[in-house]
């Protein structure tokens, strides 16, 4: 498996804001697969951090990398971060397990909204959305298909890229939505016509795993295509890792690769 990837092009977005620092400027990084490896498939890599910060080297260099492997483009997304102070004397929030998803009205996950912090959250997902839109624009020129570009989300990023899919207009909307680890942090109005889901989680970790059994019912409830995989071993959050066969949750790299392909979005244009 390559280590890591580097990026071939830089964009900003127009979400930015002109008083934003420079570094803290939503931005894409574009990584493209060798051109006779390329099956048009692109993926918007949303990187976990709490919303606080990015974990860019493990959640878009080094999957950028696996996924160029595959003939996959991969376009990693800083998106706006929450720099205000965390609030003094706030309590841990309540630990749900796995067993009761149904204390997640809506699959909203979130386990500490304040107007700010959601502020910030519907700002990344309009990052989110740029990052699509953007995609498509530079479809021909990337070799990508501009049916065949979608999410992936770890932890924050996550809630992230779900969030962007709630509200998302056509140039915006994903074509499919992978979300590793990363429950919704707002509530979700799901449609029939949603894209296809596809959730990884692990099932001893509070809160995430039933916000994200709450967010698969929410979707089939709705009529749409979701699965969900939740392993029982491992740690978490998840990075790529080698398949020693010591345990399932190894895997989901290449279960998400198959899930891809089972939906027709690795077939060679």
């Not at 700002?123 to 990052?131: G, M, P, S, V």
């Not at 298909?145 to 915006?172: H, Q």
């Not at 979701?226 to 790529?240: F, N, Q, R, S, V």
Request: aromatic letters at 8%; a negative charge; proline letters at 7%.
């Amino acid at each position: 498996m390559p280590i890591a990837a580097s990026a071939q092009k830089q964009y900003f977005l127009p979400t930015g804001e002109p008083s934003t620092e420079e570094k803290d400027k939503p931005m894409i990084e574009v990584y493209l697969p060798k051109q006779e490896l390329a099956n048009g498939c692109a993926v918007v890599l949303c990187p976990g951090g709490a919303m606080r910060w990015l974990s860019w080297e493990s959640d878009v260099v080094k999957m950028a990398a696996f996924l160029n492997k595959h003939g996959i483009a991969a376009i990693g997304l800083r998106y706006h971060l929450n720099h205000a102070p965390m609030a003094q004397g706030l309590k841990m929030p309540q630990m749900v397990d796995v067993t009761h998803p149904d204390r997640f009205p809506q699959a909203d996950a979130n386990p500490m909204h304040d107007d700010h912090g959601d502020s910030i959250i519907r700002l990344a997902a309009l990052d989110a959305q740029a990052a699509i839109r953007m995609a498509r624009e530079h479809a021909e020129e990337w070799h990508i298909s501009k049916d065949k570009i979608g999410f992936l989300g770890f932890s924050a990023g996550g809630g992230v890229a779900i969030a962007a899919t709630m509200t998302a207009d056509i140039m915006e909307r994903p074509d499919f939505v992978c979300t590793n680890f990363g429950p919704s942090l707002m509530p979700v109005n799901i449609t029939q016509d949603a894209p296809p889901l596809l959730i990884m989680t692990r099932a001893d970790h509070p809160n995430v795993a039933a916000g994200l059994v709450a967010l698969f019912m929410e979707w089939k409830e709705a009529g749409a295509n979701a699965e969900l995989h939740i392993y029982g071993d491992g740690k978490g959050p998840y990075e790529l890792m080698p398949e020693t066969g010591e345990t399932t949750t190894e895997m989901w790299g290449t279960q998400m690769l198959q899930w891809l392909k089972a939906k027709g979005f690795l077939n060679k244009r």
